[in-house]
């Protein structure tokens, strides 16, 4: 253990508590970040970092750097909000701003611990003399983009040694889970207009394309394999039943376990489009949105950010705090709740409150397989990455919710904050000060990569990420 990063970051917890708390109230969307980048970016400053912005093609990407040479520790953080999901800091739906967006992924509190967790590692070598480069990655549109994506692409990650990171969740837990790599596409169809009853013969419906294009996934589905994913929307499909559209738009991500599965089901997808287009006379142009490699584990990490949370030990929770979360979970339903204390149970663990959690859960070496995705796969394809969570909101709420903003924004939160930007540190400060350690995470992420290298699906005449939303 390396008290003086426990202690730094104690004495200084009011100002990150304040800068979390800033991001929190800006609540920005992906890409548009800017007061929430700047906030940090001043801040780093202040401290002694270095600055790059505007890395990957991103105003509001930004790579903090301080000290020199090997070996290079990367912190990363996200700070990007969600759409229609602001809310008070309160135990009850009620917006700050109606249809407003939210810290409803705890972002404000993503950001702030890793950037914390950087400085008071910064502040050690310093004290110490000790060699090296310390970097916090302000990585925008998580969410949206998959912003470190672009940062990877752009080479920003090149001559990192360790990459650590984390996610406010609902326990305290480091879990070698992987993700799925998911491409984002649009797929517009174009046909030809005409009054769907005068002159139908003249009209081609781009709508048509459309729908058998999702009738080809439907048969597509039942032979991928079973951790792949497809999911669509019609984002447009005509005005009205009498005009025949000649303009239709499907919004599609595709998933699979890694990244040579995603290019078969990519090219599958592209096969069905095509088919679409040749049997309604329509033409189609597919549209890239995002990208995001699966998460490569790293056990060797995963399991000294384990023995350092479990050293440090676990926020307490208030008599005030625990109200609070309790009043939260009755605005939910009862089997969300008992579900996560049954999967407590399964790993040998009755809590003895179900309201937050207040213990540690028991690492296994098991790799798991992932369902959602995140863009820090790719941060993990180029550098040994691990990352944690930090019980930062009430057991059994759900993610993206109105429920996450709040807790966000309060003590609860913000105790999650400071026990993650801990951790982050005195890792950093043991994978920074030893050579052997750092070995040990090189060989198994050579040995999880089996031979595989990176390879970015972004095509390369895309410079800047598109708005998914627009
Ligand atoms: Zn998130």
Redesign the pocket.
Known sequence: MEPSIERWIEANKSELTSISDGIWAYAELGLAEHKSSKLQMEYLQEQGFTIEAGVGGMATAFVASWGKGKPVIGFLG?FDALPMVSNKAVPYKDPLAEGAPGHG???NL?GVASMGGAVALKQVMESKGLPGTVRYYGCPA??SSFGKTWMVRDGAFDDVDIALTW??GNTNAVRNSSSLADLVLKFNFYGKTAHAAGDPWNGRSALDGVELMNAGIERMREHMRLDSRVHYVISHGGGAPNVVPDFAQNFFDVRAADIPELKRMHSWVLDIAKGAALMTQTRFEEVFLGYAANVIPNRVIARILHSVMEQLGVPEWNEEELKFAGKMQSQFEPELITRTVEQFEETGITPGQTKLCDFVVPYSDRIEGGRGS?DVGDVSWVVPTAQFTTACYALGIP??SWAVTSCSGMSIGHKGMLYAAKILGITGYRFMTCAGLRDKARAEWEHQLKGRKYESLIPPEIKVPPLPFE
């Open positions: 996200e992924c705890g972002h993503l998580e969410e996610h406010p995140t993610g993206h």
